[in-house]
């Protein structure tokens, strides 16, 4: 691992970070260390990197907000890239070109602000874009695969190619990008429609209120545990089960909404996990539906 810290001094990849912990760098605020966190500087520092991690095999990742994923306690033996240098938001019209690393909610609140209507439901998503394309992320009957035009990836064999939206895939929190990991968004054009922005601003005002009433952002989580089932809510389901309010270690099931898993202060990450596998498996047992886990368990054996 010596050599990972050396080549990419010597290349001036980008700061690297040795032995981090990942509850910094994700919403649950759970997970051991990870050997090293990078943060190249632009595209063609990525593709030295990655060329260099797979000719000496070294297990990599890239990492967004960290607000759809659950590491270990353990840690992560291996390399997490950080894409935080690829945030420009360039507008030309009604379109947006925009880096994966850049705030989904930044994204949205400049684009309110300029009248451009499309991507209010994202103004309480805490995500990266690259993030948000990879889980198509919605809220309020929306998602990403309704304003995407086009996504700049990087191929498993290291080329920069364009994608357009109907190459994506885009579903339910599904992207082409899930079915294919060793793919790499860099970023994305959106195309948004022109609105009437006091009525968007009063929009995200009166979304944002009921957020706050009905969610518990004043604790670290990850959002929704499960995906609605169709026809079906998954918070209702595990409502029903009497499961509001359900502790494992320092996990519960938000007294707020039952769809939400927090960290009270003391949370480990196999607390969270064995809490939200309870979960799915009462619901099944119960209703015999089975609910899909919106977040990504990461490097669990």
């Not at 938001?89 to 400049?110: D, H, Q, T, Y």
Request: hydrophobic fraction near 40%; aromatic fraction near 10%; include cysteine.
């Amino acid at each position: 691992m010596e050599n990972i810290k050396q080549f990419i001094k010597k290349k001036q990849i980008g700061k690297c970070l040795e032995n981090v912990s990942i509850k910094d760098y994700t919403t649950y605020k759970v997970g051991g260390p990870a050997k090293f966190m990078v943060f190249p500087q632009d595209t063609k520092k990525l593709i030295m990197l990655i060329r260099y991690l797979k000719s000496e095999h070294v297990k990599f990742m890239v990492l967004g907000f960290g607000s759809n994923v659950l590491f270990p306690d353990t840690g992560y033996d291996g390399v997490l890239i950080k894409l935080d240098a690829f945030d420009k938001i360039e507008f030309f019209g009604n379109k947006i070109k925009v880096g994966s690393g850049a705030s989904l909610m930044k994204i949205a609140s400049l684009a309110v602000r300029r009248g451009l209507s499309g991507l209010e439901f994202a103004t309480g998503i805490p995500g990266s874009l690259g993030g948000a394309i990879y889980m198509n992320a919605g809220a309020y009957k929306s998602d990403m695969g309704y304003i995407v035009k086009e996504v700049k990836v990087l191929t498993p064999d290291l080329k920069v190619i364009t994608m357009v939206n109907g190459e994506m895939n885009f579903h339910y929190r599904h992207s082409f990008l899930q079915e294919h990991k060793d793919y790499i968004c860099l970023g994305a054009v959106l195309k948004l429609r022109p609105g009437n922005r006091e009525e968007m601003e009063e929009l995200v005002r009166e979304r944002k209120r009921r957020r706050l009433e009905s969610q518990p952002l004043e604790y670290p989580s990850a959002g929704s545990v499960f995906r609605n089932p169709e026809g079906e809510y998954a918070g209702k389901l595990i409502e029903d089960l009497g499961f509001k309010g359900l502790i494992k270690g320092g996990a519960q099931v938000s007294l707020k909404h039952a769809n939400f898993v927090i960290n009270m202060g003391s949370a480990t990450a196999s607390d969270i996990k064995e809490l939200i596998e309870f979960i799915r498996e009462r619901v099944y047992e119960k209703f015999h539906i089975r609910l899909h886990v919106e977040q990504e368990f990461i490097d669990w054996e």
